[in-house]
């Protein structure tokens, strides 16, 4: 897969490079970003892996000279929709970063984009590959999910999206992944810049979401069955993750991150079709909605809200 990358920031820099390096059967062909510090940074580590990638000021010049199968777009959220978009103006599909978008209308626009682009909720081929085998495929699931991380130490460019949007989108997303059931409601949610949490009503299960971007880096998941018997669970970030680091295992980010990428490649007889594990736009859509919700719980105190249908395809 000939992956061309729109933005050149930390997720670029830390996540995306080692993880292409390190997939098979896949190659950046340019990066493209307005800065051009950050677009030579991303040369240069791409280089150093043995790859050879040119920089351009914007994707237009990029989709122009370089040959391109798919386009990351891991701009600020601002700019998601527009360049998926002209991606796909161009017959390319894409890959977005989360949040997909800034509010739901611009998540279901972006879903309705054609070819629809991918989401990378890349964590689902980290917890929810370690997990959702052990999980029955029918039954009600209770789950706990926790996500928390230092923002400061991830050391990003630019750092606007609160708690819920920037940690607790995954979390949502893998309630619904694990589940294999859609969203209805949501209750008790209490949102801050760095903090959230909330109860997620779904089809099958419910499911507790909290999250945190001024804590030290862990991240929990539980499910139990109704009578509360342990299923399954996954447990990263604390000691483990900087024993494995000091060890020299390869960081859960950037494996999560490579298989992602492999899933998507046009030789994998799923891509031309569904691709069960990758997230659509249609479920970055679902999960805008949920934040929706949430938000609109807490602006209630807590109360239930139902969570908005959305019309369109995962």
């Given at each position: 897969m000939r992956l061309a990358v729109a933005g050149c920031g930390r997720i670029t820099?830390?996540?995306?490079?080692?993880?292409?390096?390190?997939?098979?059967?896949?190659?950046?062909?340019?990066?493209?970003?307005?800065?051009?510090?950050?677009?030579?940074?991303?040369?240069?580590?791409?280089?150093?892996?043995?790859?050879?990638?040119?920089?351009?000021?914007?994707?237009?010049?990029?989709?122009?000279?370089?040959?391109?199968?798919?386009?990351?777009?891991?701009?600020?959220?601002?700019?998601?929709?527009?360049?998926?978009?002209?991606?796909?103006?161009?017959?390319?599909?894409?890959?977005?970063?989360?949040?997909?978008?800034?509010?739901?209308?611009?998540?279901?626009?972006?879903?309705?984009?054609?070819?629809?682009?991918?989401?990378?909720?890349?964590?689902?081929?980290?917890?929810?590959?370690?997990?959702?085998?052990?999980?029955?495929?029918?039954?009600?699931?209770?789950?706990?999910?926790?996500?928390?991380?230092?923002?400061?130490?991830?050391?990003?460019?630019?750092?606007?999206?609160?708690?819920?949007?920037?940690?607790?989108?995954?979390?949502?997303?893998?309630?619904?992944?694990?589940?294999?059931?859609?969203?209805?409601?949501?209750r008790d949610a209490r949102i801050q810049p760095e903090r959230a949490s909330l109860e997620l009503e779904l089809g099958r299960g419910r499911a507790r979401i909290a999250c945190a971007t001024d804590r030290e880096h862990r991240e929990v998941i539980a499910v139990r069955d109704r009578s509360g018997k342990l299923l399954a669970s996954s447990s990263w970030g604390g000691l483990r993750t900087r024993v494995g680091g000091l060890i020299g295992r390869p960081d859960p980010l950037v494996v999560s991150l490579r298989r992602q990428l492999e899933a998507l490649r046009p030789d994998v007889p799923a891509y031309r079709g569904q691709v069960p594990m990758v997230a659509g736009a249609g479920d970055g859509a679902t999960a805008m909605a949920v934040v929706e919700a949430a938000r609109r719980s807490a602006e209630l105190d807590g109360a239930e809200v139902t969570v908005a249908p959305i019309g369109v395809s995962p």
């Amino acid at each position: 897969m000939r992956l061309a990358v729109a933005g050149c920031g930390r997720i670029t820099e830390r996540g995306y490079i080692p993880a292409a390096l390190a997939a098979e059967g896949v190659e950046i062909t340019g990066f493209a970003d307005p800065d051009a510090g950050r677009r030579r940074q991303c040369a240069e580590l791409w280089e150093h892996g043995g790859g050879e990638a040119p920089g351009f000021a914007g994707v237009g010049e990029l989709l122009a000279a370089e040959p391109v199968d798919m386009l990351l777009v891991a701009a600020p959220v601002a700019h998601h929709l527009a360049l998926a978009e002209q991606a796909a103006a161009a017959g390319i599909r894409s890959l977005v970063e989360k949040p997909p978008a800034r509010n739901l209308a611009e998540a279901e626009r972006l879903a309705a984009v054609d070819p629809q682009p991918f989401v990378a909720f890349n964590r689902r081929f980290l917890q929810g590959a370690e997990l959702r085998g052990a999980i029955p495929a029918e039954g009600w699931l209770e789950l706990d999910l926790e996500l928390r991380f230092r923002r400061g130490d991830w050391g990003a460019h630019e750092a606007d999206d609160e708690a819920l949007l920037d940690a607790g989108l995954h979390l949502v997303d893998m309630a619904r992944h694990l589940c294999g059931a859609a969203p209805i409601a949501v209750r008790d949610a209490r949102i801050q810049p760095e903090r959230a949490s909330l109860e997620l009503e779904l089809g099958r299960g419910r499911a507790r979401i909290a999250c945190a971007t001024d804590r030290e880096h862990r991240e929990v998941i539980a499910v139990r069955d109704r009578s509360g018997k342990l299923l399954a669970s996954s447990s990263w970030g604390g000691l483990r993750t900087r024993v494995g680091g000091l060890i020299g295992r390869p960081d859960p980010l950037v494996v999560s991150l490579r298989r992602q990428l492999e899933a998507l490649r046009p030789d994998v007889p799923a891509y031309r079709g569904q691709v069960p594990m990758v997230a659509g736009a249609g479920d970055g859509a679902t999960a805008m909605a949920v934040v929706e919700a949430a938000r609109r719980s807490a602006e209630l105190d807590g109360a239930e809200v139902t969570v908005a249908p959305i019309g369109v395809s995962p």
